[in-house]
């Protein structure tokens, strides 16, 4: 059966990519209000799908992006999975940076290039693929399943936790599977069993009425872009310590068998600077790489503003400052609470003779999903029959708001099934998805759907 299945993939490579390309060129980002039209699209397209197979599917609107929601008939006796994924991509900027445009899809030596390839419309498809191959063959899916699909992931958005808090039966599962994640490397599947939380913070600083002459007046008064550099400089310490009282003290420290596993990875730096540009590690002293990237809490500026920064001098001492900053959780911050010290702190150090602010923008929790599911298994074995080899462990340092709250509302074990490798560009320039990954993604949940049901 299985192999009827597999020889319809086999098939079919050209329509699913061809289709999965139609899809990356709807550019559904998120934060962006001028391209809600194509977040419509976006969610209209993903409806259509799963239309196109089968499921009972509709399009729900919300004071938000809409979600898109699909069920098959649901069966007694049978487990349900419940899929998640997003049709939102974030913004393409710095768009010169691109080597082809980011909504027209380009293939070469294998690989797709556009935004969303990879995080998340390329992996939630192949969902929507395998399903596809069971339904058109006539073969039974020996579970039952359903789809919850949002459109505002990258942006922080709420609407999916108020809909998974109103809706627990609608949504009720047996486990929920996500693909939003990555394997370890091109040759080493992986399977995640913990993301980081964020507590995702602004700093304004206003100072003088008006920009002024720097001439006439610097030196007289506060400047918002020293003290925010001022501020900035003593969030961490040379070594990359965050300097926040009481940021560490909630942290789950990794105990020396997890120390252990990583280590067993061979991560090495060559690999993160190949992966990033940079030209060495940095971070948190006493930590290796991996133990940084995931199992760390971190502290970044995401943006920073201040005066003039167009061509050639203009001589000014700026009204205002701001910066964005990240910091990525683990288990067990509290992001309200870590947002708290941050804001209590950054006022502390705000010398006077400006005016500063503090705004929590948005945050989420760390999770860490359970390795001995018996859901756990099935996707064990169907990653290693998907992409030929036996998948490893791995934590990962980028967050995905909604698992928390899977995990609380629907008290069912979330497994992160990630198709996507770690160097795919992802929020960068020439994000990629390898059809591979694509293809072999597509063949694991294949394998998941009937593991899951026997
Ligand atoms: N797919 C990512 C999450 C991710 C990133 C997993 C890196 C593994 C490695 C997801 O789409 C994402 O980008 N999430 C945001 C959430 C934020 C906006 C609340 C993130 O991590 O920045
Ligand atoms: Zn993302």
Redesign the pocket.
Known sequence: MIDKILNYLEENKDQHVKELCEYLSIPSISSIPAHDNDIMEAARFTHKAFEAIGLTSEIIETDGHPLVYAQSEQLPDRKTLLFYG?YDVQPVDPIELWESPPFEPRIENEIIYARGGS??KGQLYTHIKALEAYVKLGVDVPVNVKFIIEGE????GEEIYKFTESNPEKLACDAVIVS???LYNEETPAICYS?KG?AYMQIDVKGPGMDLHSGSFGGTVQNPGNVICEIISRLKDGSGRVQIPGFYDSVLELDDAEKASFESLNYSDEVLCKDTGASGPFGEEGFTTLERMWGRPTLDVNGLWSGYSGEGAKTIVPATAGAKVSMRLVPNQNPEQIAELFSKFVEKITPDGVEVKVSYL?G?QAVMVPRDSEMMQAGMKAMELGFGSKPVFIR??????IVGTFQDCLKAPVLLL?YGLPNDN??SPNEKFHLRNYFDGIKTTAYLLKLAGE
């Open positions: 997003h995080d998340d992931e990258e942006a922080g939003d994640t990555s993301l964020l948005h989420a990962e340092g980028g967050s995905i708001p990630g992802i929020h």
